[in-house]
């Protein structure tokens, strides 16, 4: 009894010291860090760097996103050198990548800026099977591209100590890198932070999915919510000066149509289901599987895309996987099964390399929504006092509040998790 008493104090002493503002985990994933109580950091500029991959050719309708760009932030002294690797979706140069690389830029690091695995870019110009979400063949890609990288800017640098770090699907990707290096020696990486990781990629896509299927009853409901969001979208782009969705253009609209906690969970799911939307197309058209889009039809610069989101509909992650993703890897493991390929899209995969390894860290939030209980006792049974959970923050809501990058860089810094 002594013990459950002493352990709830500590829990109420660790809550109560903690006032990140957002207590519930799905206001916090739209609305994030408020400006006031975000770390500081400088609006530090960024070169774009493209890298000419010999197995790169983008459709003629796709011909903007010829060539595997990334971004690099240099300081014009020797300093550290850090990867930054994107969550899931999101281009290099996202808005969430930018304000992490200016925060790291402003403590010191040269930042090398990489685009997930789920980004056009780096499904055209990078991937080998133009089809994500098998966490073991993005990572070695991944990887890959890493040493390319480096190598594009070498001449721009001074460096000595290599790290590595990421949030969501871009956490988890730091990890597993991270074992790939542990054998490689490549970067030999002094530290490596994973900020908000899933641990299966596809479960929790799944949850994502769930978000938005499981609060809209109909279609026409469904049709009705995303009227509402495309007279936002208007609306914001007319203030911004911009005619672009994303995630950051969707949750900005939160504010301004005065949605209800039901709405608050579908806008979060359709967020994810315009990055489940784009996977389904991209992969579709560059691996020629037929399933949205004709492989014998001629593709023209101008092509009107239209008809093929059209087929696409509402088509989520779960349909992505069903009907191109299994049946890709397949065609090069005539093994693999369904159940393996996703065992293998977790981070148990590399479990002893998590257990074994001094130079890793994970900061995540109790509410994580892309995280099941079982998720999070996982990682925490797994790296022990490596592992910082925060009380309350949903998915990557807390990222940039003071306190979180205050521990992030002593982390990185100096290897204390506080």
Known sequence: ?????????????????????????????????????????????????????????????????????????????????????????????????????????QNGFSVIMLPTSFDYNFVISASKTHAPGFLEKDSNEIYDIMGLALDKIKDKIQYKETYVTGYSLGGTVALAVGEIDSRKKHFNFKRIMSVNPTVNLYESAKILDHLLDDNMKTEEELDRLLQRIILGIMQYSEQNGKMKIDEAAIYALFKELNMNDEELKILIGIAFRFIAIDINYISDLMTKSGVYTDPDKKLTKFQSMSEYYSAVNYSNFQNYIDRIGFKTYKKLDKTLTMEKMIENSSLKSIESYLKGAQNIAVVTNEDELILTSENINYLKETMGSRIKVYPYGGHCGNMFYKDNIVSMIDYLKRGELK
Do not use: C
């Open 1 to 105: 009894m002594k013990k459950i008493i002493l352990i709830y104090i500590i829990i109420s002493l660790w809550s109560y010291g903690y006032d990140y503002p957002y207590k519930d985990p799905y206001l916090a994933t739209v609305l994030a860090t408020p400006t006031k109580d975000m770390a500081p950091f400088k609006n530090t500029s960024f070169k774009e760097i493209k890298l000419n991959l010999k197995n790169e050719k983008a459709p003629p309708n796709l011909w903007y996103l010829d060539g595997f760009r990334f971004g690099l932030m240099a300081q014009d002294h020797e300093a550290p050198l850090i990867f930054l690797l994107a969550g899931t979706g999101s281009k290099y140069n996202s808005p969430k990548m930018l304000t992490m690389s200016r925060i790291l830029y």
